[in-house]
């Protein structure tokens, strides 16, 4: 297997890790909360208070892409992954998941591995593994 050196952007990553990084603190700093995405949508959808945050959370994590997008500062070509049933299907394992495993990617692989969480290590692992095999099936067995 190759590198597509045309998409291999190591500073873009990592500037975009310590963004990511920078907002878990942050919002551990203010809040007391950690950046789990799930609890943030399901607080926004539910009963949680306040609501303010979590909407501006929300909202960053959308429109900052297709700002991104739209301004030309990120110059490489979207791409469809998933389309119709097939990303319909995915939604749904991914919020399955999230619901089985008490948090989602961003909580347990972002704040519960910077905390030394073992239960968000046995997540990310789990994750991890779940991705390979399935970027595998994808590719190599699915007509």
Not at 26 to 51: F, H, T, W
Not at 106 to 128: D, E, K, N, P, Q
Request: glycine fraction near 14%; charged fraction near 10%.
């Amino acid at each position: 297997m190759q590198i597509n050196w045309a998409e291999f952007t190591p500073i873009l990553s990592l500037l975009g890790g310590m963004l990511i990084g920078g907002a878990a603190l942050l919002l551990m700093l203010a809040n007391g909360r950690v950046m789990g995405v799930s609890s943030i949508l399901g607080g926004l959808l539910g009963k949680a208070e306040p609501k303010n945050w979590r909407l501006a959370f929300i909202a960053g994590a959308i429109l900052a892409p297709i700002f991104l997008v739209q301004s030309g500062l990120y110059d490489i070509p979207v791409q469809r992954v998933a389309n119709g049933a097939t990303l319909y299907i995915a939604a749904f394992l991914v919020g399955l998941g999230t619901a089985i495993g008490s948090g989602c990617t961003s909580g347990h692989g972002i704040c519960g591995l910077s905390r030394l969480s073992a239960r968000s290590f046995v997540a990310v692992a789990i994750f991890i593994t779940t991705a390979i095999i399935t970027v595998y099936m994808f590719r190599h067995c699915a007509g």
